[in-house]
Each structure stands twice: as C-alpha cells, then as structure tokens.
C-alpha cells in the first residue's frame, strides 16, 4: 500500500517530441506527489509537485496531471530537449509531520537530438 | 546547487568495516531524511530528524544508525558492513516538520559507497 508504481521504466523520444511519465498509488493518505529528475552523479532535484486539490499544475515545458479517482498521476515534457535526458522520480508523501518520500522506480529518459 | 552538502562523495571500505556519512542541510532547515539508492531497490527512506530528534525510520538495518547534532548536521553510521550495502546514499533537508503541508526536500549530492 506504500508503493508508486512507476512507467515505463525507460523511455526514448525525439527532440521536439512529448515525454509521458506514469505513476500510480494505492494510499489514498498521500497528499503531496513530487516529480524529482536525477542526472548521473548528481541528487535527486526537484522538478514540479502538485497536491490533490488540482488536477493540473504547468510549470514552463513541465506539466503534472493528477486523476484522484483513479489514484494516477502523470509527468508531461513538452518540446523534450536533449538536456532533459535524465531519470525521473515520481514520488508521494502523507500530510502527518513524517515526510518521507516514498519513490517510483524511476523511468530513464533519453531525448535523441 | 541544492545548498545540502555531504562528505565524502566516494568512499571504499571492505566488508565488516564501520564508515560515517556526514550531512549539512541548507542553511535554517530543521529536518534532515536519510536515502539510499541502489540498483535493485530504488529510492528507500531510510531515517527522519528533525532538530535533532528521531521522527521517523524506514528500511533501516539495524546495522545502521544516525544522528542529528545541535548544528543541525547529521551523520549515518554504517556498521559491520556487507556487499550489498553498496549504494548511493543521499541526504535531504526541509525547512520544517509540519502537520499542514508537506516541504519541499532538497536533496545533496549524495556519496557512493562501495564495499569490497
């Protein structure tokens, strides 16, 4: 029940192209769904986090959308540029004061110039 | 730059041995969290602290411990280490352990453990 479940585990699209991350949960606890990106050697950073009041947040290329009934959420880039090759890392958290992050599994994405 | 800060960045021991991560949060955060990140399981919470006390605990082994200090820094002392404790542990911090929202976690740079 404290999985996100993450896919697809790798991804390859073109320059230009849209890049579709897909996480889905089981605890209906978690109010806090934050997209993290990884480049190789370097910490997990934050990318954009939504809660589930709204169904959608954009920030620049990058858009969350969130489906409460169906306990999914998704990870839009648009226009993908090949600097935006990286892993990504959807990931939930309770709203209880212990906020631990709990992690998808991670989609590898590689944007081919 | 997320202003967290870890030391070492690589560190090579053998099996059996005890090693110590080191951890500076951003400046004025009061939680720090304990990752770690290896091939086959992913990103695991391992430890919560927040102004130095323990608030919360994950896939910790026994084996393992932390601390947070009165300057905030925490460390996380592994002991009688195995091979599979190989992985990439990462630090985050918070600016706060709250009821209402949850905080953005800035993660640092993380230091690769290998144990031969």
């Known amino acids: ?113 | 730059d997320s202003g967290v800060t870890q030391t070492p960045k690589h560190l090579i021991t053998a099996t059996g041995q005890r090693v110590t991560l080191r951890c500076s949060p951003r400046s004025g955060d009061l939680s720090v969290y304990w990752y770690q990140q290896s091939l086959d399981q992913g990103l695991q919470f391992l430890i919560q602290y927040y102004n130095g006390e323990e608030r919360a605990k994950g896939n910790i082994l026994e084996r393992f411990s932390a601390q947070q200090f009165p300057d905030l820094h925490s460390e996380l002392n592994l002991s009688s280490l195995e091979l599979g404790d190989s992985a990439l542990y990462f630090c985050a911090s918070s600016a706060r352990q709250t009821g209402r929202s949850a905080d953005t976690q800035y993660f640092g740079p993380g230091t690769r453990l290998t144990v031969l």
């Open chain 1, 1 to 113: 029940q404290q999985q996100v479940k993450q896919s697809p585990q790798s991804l390859i699209v073109q320059k230009g192209g849209i890049s579709i991350i897909n996480c889905a949960y089981e605890n209906t606890a978690f109010d806090y769904f934050p997209w993290y990106q990884q480049f190789p050697g370097k910490g997990p950073a934050l990318l954009i986090a939504i809660r589930p009041d709204v169904s959608e947040k954009k920030e620049g290329r990058f858009t969350i959308s969130f489906n409460k009934s169906a306990k999914q959420f998704s990870l839009h880039i648009m226009d993908s540029q090949p600097g935006d090759s990286a892993t990504y890392f959807c990931a939930a958290s309770m709203n209880t004061g212990f906020q631990k992050l709990v992690f998808g599994t991670g989609t590898r994405l590689l944007v081919s110039p």
